[in-house]
């Protein structure tokens, strides 16, 4: 019997500790219950999600039967997985970075300075192709405090320029070396994977060296993961093509002269950070441990504090009811301050549709800030640390990414394995899977496969600089739905009605509710307007209701399995009588079998009966 102290909070200390075997045996009842048997270790599986890396979520995690569990050190001591930083962000929070889009620096320089007196800390701005020139930067930064404020370039092929022109800049300010914050941005091989063209890497050691000999507060390189994670890698594959790149970059400058501590110093890391927020802290905590491991490989494990940008993912970003990415931005930045990212920016939820506007840009600024001074999430370190879930999460995603890593190292390291074929293959096999997943709503996308609503007014945004190609390509989690959207708003605007289908429910509200929200939600995910008028039908009455709903073509019965094997048969030819040429069955196939041409279920390819349904319904693709 357990024997707790007496401090007047005790409480069941008269009962034993329940064991993790009681516990598996009372989940064997449940799923006896529900018609599945299994057994202990079985039974737990049962209840089990699996994730990407062969990585698998339990539904219970307790400490280790042996006591074991993986060092993770303390805050700002190796292997940094609870934080670079002994005090964390307790100081002043994560850095706010916000992204600052465009061409024209004079409309940049106004967004920036309301940025900056509106919470953000730092800037990132895209210089060169896409962005503004090299020579706009002194306007674009007119009236910022450049000792204060630090500035982060994404500049692609033209980063030797686009870094010169910030020093310059910083020089004839008369910005002391000492007090220049700058993320100088360099990734001559983050470039080739967005675009397949090779830069020489000469000027980014170069920029290192001078970065290193006389300003202390300036990372010259950036190890972006950014174009792995948007071609569709996974979370392990994301991690381990980052160590690929970042220890490609060390040999580099290591070859150019500077130590490894230097070299060290010179890099910055950018993740993305999604919507699973588990996972995401995860994998901010494994990048820290796995860089460590590398720092300590190279003689310098005391210099192996990873520095971490997140970027709230574009991937998960929807065209569709865009307004639901403030939630879904909210997530990752929570997710990407808790696992420890020492500046996050959070992505406005209108930028996959153009430029994002100024109410979108102060949503964006706000949720850091809300979650810093209302929510407080700085004000602990590590918070997510001890947990078991987190710190197993957090050592299986590690050792996932360091299996990949080295196979990228055995090809060659980085660039061999990009020119290769081998990253984008892998990439491309991850995604495909992942797309099965989307196409049949294993992954819901809220607004979009799950809930759409076709009434919503569109949001316009003015057009965006085009992103560059040539290399992986760029991936969102609602292209396919997206898609079949698109057909459904060109036939709206060619004959002023969107595609239709026909909801027949049979019986009582209490029978086919479920199946009629299931059916409509799902037609609606692809552009097909569902008519569920009347609320209930028969034989006698479905044909005249058909008649009248404007359906092309098709129809889909709801209801439950015994109403079905009762009045399916005899509604289904009535439906055709009327001039139905296609019908549905929401529910298992088997059901009704001699009556119904289709059916529809959880976990059918959604995407897959969308499109043949728009397909027979003549709009064109």
Same mark, same amino acid.
């Given at each position: 019997?357990?024997?707790?102290?007496?401090?007047?909070?005790?409480?069941?200390?008269?009962?034993?500790?329940?064991?993790?075997?009681?516990?598996?045996?009372?989940?064997?009842?449940?799923?006896?219950?529900?018609?599945?048997?299994?057994?202990?270790?079985?039974?737990?599986?049962?209840?089990?999600?699996?994730?990407?890396?062969?990585?698998?979520?339990?539904?219970?995690?307790?400490?280790?039967?042996?006591?074991?569990?993986?060092?993770?050190?303390?805050?700002?001591?190796?292997?940094?997985?609870?934080?670079?930083?002994?005090?964390?962000?307790?100081?002043?929070?994560?850095?706010?970075?916000?992204?600052?889009?465009?061409?024209?620096?004079?409309?940049?320089?106004?967004?920036?300075?309301?940025?900056?007196?509106?919470?953000?800390?730092?800037?990132?701005?895209?210089?060169?192709?896409?962005?503004?020139?090299?020579?706009?930067?002194?306007?674009?930064?007119?009236?910022?405090?450049?000792?204060?404020?630090?500035?982060?370039?994404?500049?692609?092929?033209?980063?030797?320029?686009?870094?010169?022109?910030?020093?310059?800049?910083?020089?004839?300010?008369?910005?002391?070396?000492?007090?220049?914050?700058?993320?100088?941005?360099?990734?001559?091989?983050?470039?080739?994977?967005?675009?397949?063209?090779?830069?020489?890497?000469? &000027? /980014?050691? !170069? %920029?290192?060296?001078?970065? @290193?000999? $006389?300003?202390?507060?300036? +990372? =010259? #390189?950036?190890?972006?993961? *950014?174009?792995?994670?948007?071609?569709?890698?996974? &979370? /392990?594959? !994301? %991690?381990?093509?980052?160590? @690929?790149? $970042?220890?490609?970059?060390? +040999? =580099? #400058?290591?070859?150019?002269? *500077?130590?490894?501590?230097?070299?060290?110093?010179?890099?910055?890391?950018?993740?993305?950070?999604?919507?699973?927020?588990?996972?995401?802290?995860?994998?901010?905590?494994?990048?820290?441990? *796995?860089?460590?491991?590398?720092?300590?490989?190279?003689?310098?494990?005391?210099?192996?504090?990873?520095?971490?940008?997140?970027?709230?993912?574009?991937?998960?970003?929807?065209?569709?009811?865009?307004?639901?990415?403030?939630?879904?931005?909210?997530?990752?930045?929570?997710?990407?301050?808790?696992?420890?990212?020492?500046?996050?920016?959070?992505?406005?939820?209108?930028?996959?549709?153009?430029?994002?506007?100024?109410?979108?840009?102060?949503?964006?600024?706000?949720?850091?800030?809300?979650?810093?001074?209302?929510?407080?999430?700085?004000?602990?370190?590590?918070?997510?640390?001890?947990?078991?879930?987190?710190?197993?999460?957090?050592?299986?995603?590690?050792?996932?990414?360091?299996?990949?890593?080295?196979?990228?190292?055995?090809?060659?390291?980085?660039?061999?394995?990009?020119?290769?074929?081998?990253?984008?293959?892998?990439?491309?096999?991850?995604?495909?899977?992942?797309?099965?997943?989307?196409?049949?709503?294993?992954?819901?996308?809220?607004?979009?496969?799950?809930?759409?609503?076709?009434?919503?007014?569109?949001?316009?945004?003015?057009?965006?600089?085009?992103?560059?190609?040539?290399?992986?390509?760029?991936?969102?989690?609602?292209?396919?739905?997206?898609?079949?959207?698109?057909?459904?708003?060109?036939?709206?605007?060619?004959?002023?009605?969107?595609?239709?289908?026909?909801?027949?429910?049979?019986?009582?509200?209490?029978?086919?509710?479920?199946?009629?929200?299931?059916?409509?939600?799902?037609?609606?995910?692809?552009?097909?307007?569902?008519?569920?008028?009347?609320?209930?039908?028969?034989?006698?009455?479905?044909?005249?209701?058909?008649?009248?709903?404007?359906?092309?073509?098709?129809?889909?019965?709801?209801?439950?399995?015994?109403?079905?094997?009762?009045?399916?048969?005899?509604?289904?030819?009535?439906?055709?009588?009327?001039?139905?040429?296609?019908?549905?069955?929401?529910?298992?196939?088997?059901?009704?079998?001699?009556?119904?041409?289709?059916?529809?279920?959880?976990?059918?390819?959604?995407?897959?009966?969308?499109?043949?349904?728009?397909?027979?319904?003549?709009?064109?693709?």
């Amino acid at each position: 019997m357990t024997v707790l102290p007496d401090d007047g909070l005790s409480l069941a200390a008269e009962f034993p500790d329940a064991t993790h075997e009681q516990w598996q045996r009372l989940v064997e009842g449940v799923l006896r219950k529900s018609g599945k048997e299994a057994s202990g270790e079985a039974a737990e599986d049962a209840l089990s999600t699996r994730l990407e890396d062969g990585l698998t979520t339990r539904p219970l995690y307790t400490a280790p039967s042996d006591g074991t569990v993986p060092d993770t050190g303390f805050p700002g001591f190796a292997p940094f997985v609870r934080g670079g930083r002994p005090e964390g962000t307790t100081a002043n929070g994560w850095d706010v970075r916000q992204r600052l889009a465009g061409t024209d620096p004079q409309r940049l320089n106004e967004a920036a300075l309301a940025d900056l007196e509106n919470g953000v800390t730092s800037l990132w701005l895209t210089v060169g192709r896409g962005g503004i020139p090299a020579d706009g930067l002194a306007r674009a930064l007119d009236g910022v405090y450049l000792d204060l404020a630090p500035i982060a370039l994404d500049a692609g092929a033209d980063y030797a320029g686009a870094a010169r022109a910030l020093l310059d800049l910083f020089a004839e300010r008369s910005v002391a070396p000492e007090a220049v914050r700058a993320f100088l941005g360099a990734d001559p091989l983050g470039h080739e994977a967005r675009t397949g063209e090779v830069l020489d890497p000469a &000027a /980014a050691v !170069e %920029l290192a060296r001078e970065a @290193a000999a $006389g300003l202390p507060g300036v +990372r =010259a #390189l950036a190890v972006d993961a *950014l174009p792995y994670h948007e071609a569709g890698g996974s &979370a /392990a594959e !994301e %991690l381990g093509l980052s160590l @690929a790149t $970042g220890v490609a970059y060390l +040999r =580099a #400058l290591s070859a150019g002269g *500077l130590s490894v501590d230097a070299a060290l110093g010179q890099l910055e890391f950018r993740y993305a950070a999604t919507a699973d927020q588990f996972l995401t802290i995860a994998k901010f905590r494994a990048a820290r441990r *796995l860089w460590a491991r590398i720092a300590e490989a190279s003689g310098a494990p005391e210099a192996g504090a990873q520095r971490q940008h997140a970027v709230t993912s574009p991937v998960m970003m929807t065209r569709r009811d865009p307004w639901v990415n403030m939630l879904r931005t909210t997530v990752a930045c929570m997710a990407a301050g808790v696992g420890g990212a020492d500046s996050v920016t959070v992505l406005p939820f209108d930028s996959e549709l153009g430029l994002p506007d100024a109410f979108a840009r102060r949503i964006a600024r706000n949720t850091s800030t809300i979650l810093l001074e209302e929510s407080h999430l700085a004000r602990v370190i590590d918070p997510a640390g001890g947990s078991y879930y987190v710190e197993r999460l957090t050592d299986e995603l590690a050792h996932a990414a360091w299996e990949f890593f080295r196979t990228v190292e055995k090809a060659g390291g980085m660039a061999a394995a990009l020119r290769s074929g081998l990253v984008a293959e892998r990439l491309a096999a991850t995604w495909a899977e992942r797309s099965r997943k989307l196409a049949r709503r294993r992954e819901p996308i809220t607004g979009v496969s799950e809930f759409p609503l076709l009434s919503e007014k569109p949001v316009v945004r003015e057009p965006a600089p085009a992103a560059p190609t040539g290399g992986l390509p760029r991936v969102r989690r609602d292209e396919a739905y997206e898609a079949l959207r698109a057909r459904s708003d060109a036939h709206l605007a060619a004959t002023g009605a969107r595609p239709r289908i026909f909801l027949a429910a049979l019986g009582p509200a209490a029978a086919h509710t479920a199946r009629a929200t299931f059916a409509s939600n799902l037609f609606q995910a692809g552009g097909v307007e569902s008519v569920h008028d009347p609320v209930s039908v028969d034989a006698e009455t479905v044909g005249a209701a058909y008649a009248a709903s404007g359906a092309d073509g098709m129809a889909v019965l709801c209801s439950s399995d015994a109403l079905y094997e009762e009045q399916a048969a005899a509604v289904a030819d009535a439906l055709r009588a009327a001039g139905a040429t296609t019908v549905f069955l929401a529910g298992r196939p088997g059901t009704a079998e001699a009556s119904v041409d289709e059916y529809v279920f959880a976990g059918c390819d959604a995407v897959a009966v969308l499109s043949s349904v728009l397909d027979r319904m003549g709009v064109p693709a």
